[in-house]
């Protein structure tokens, strides 16, 4: 008998990473890469993070959002569209639902690994990226924060599948 936790990730479900997004410092503008490289307990390289090259212990070491989650976002915040190099978040990926991968591991491109931890909670900034109500409208849509479990270069394209369960 399949468990919640089978439910949550099937094994043939497989998203894409529709952007990658990056910026040097907490306050400097955030700016899109084709490809960087995912380095396990650190971040990604051309992110702030990675840039110190020091272990990071933080949960946050990776950000994602959902493609599918942008459009939503812009509805309820009353606007055209959402820019995802606004929102600061390091993955768009689409085709995969992220909410249900809690604690899930997922494989990104051919080597890199990274495991979700929880919510990634929009912050005051929203409503200057957004405009009014952008903080709100974010509220369930943030995203989630994942730690980098196993490095490997990813790219825009690349396929992220959830792994299965090994507990």
Not at 1 to 14: Q, Y
Not at 72 to 79: Q, Y
Not at 97 to 123: T, W
Not at 146 to 162: K, L, N, T
């Amino acid at each position: 008998m399949k468990t919640i936790h089978d439910l949550n990730a099937p094994p043939d479900v497989v998203g894409r990473i529709d952007a990658i997004v990056v910026r040097g410092s907490p306050r400097d503008p955030a700016r899109r890469v084709e490809r960087t490289q995912a380095l396990a307990g650190i971040g990604l390289a051309d992110d702030r993070l990675g840039q110190r090259g020091e272990a990071e212990l933080s949960t946050r070491q990776v950000t994602l959002i959902q493609a599918e989650h942008l459009d939503v976002i812009a509805k309820l915040a009353r606007v055209a569209q959402v820019d995802p190099v606004g929102l600061r978040r390091n993955l768009v990926v689409s085709g995969i639902n992220l909410l249900a991968l809690k604690n899930a591991r997922l494989k990104l491109g051919d080597s890199a690994v990274l495991e979700i931890v929880g919510p990634c909670q929009p912050c005051s900034r929203m409503e200057e990226t957004i405009g009014p109500g952008g903080y709100a409208a974010m509220r369930g849509h943030g995203g989630m924060t994942a730690r980098v479990i196993e490095s490997g270069p990813i790219a825009v394209g690349d396929a992220v599948a959830a792994l299965p369960c090994t507990v």
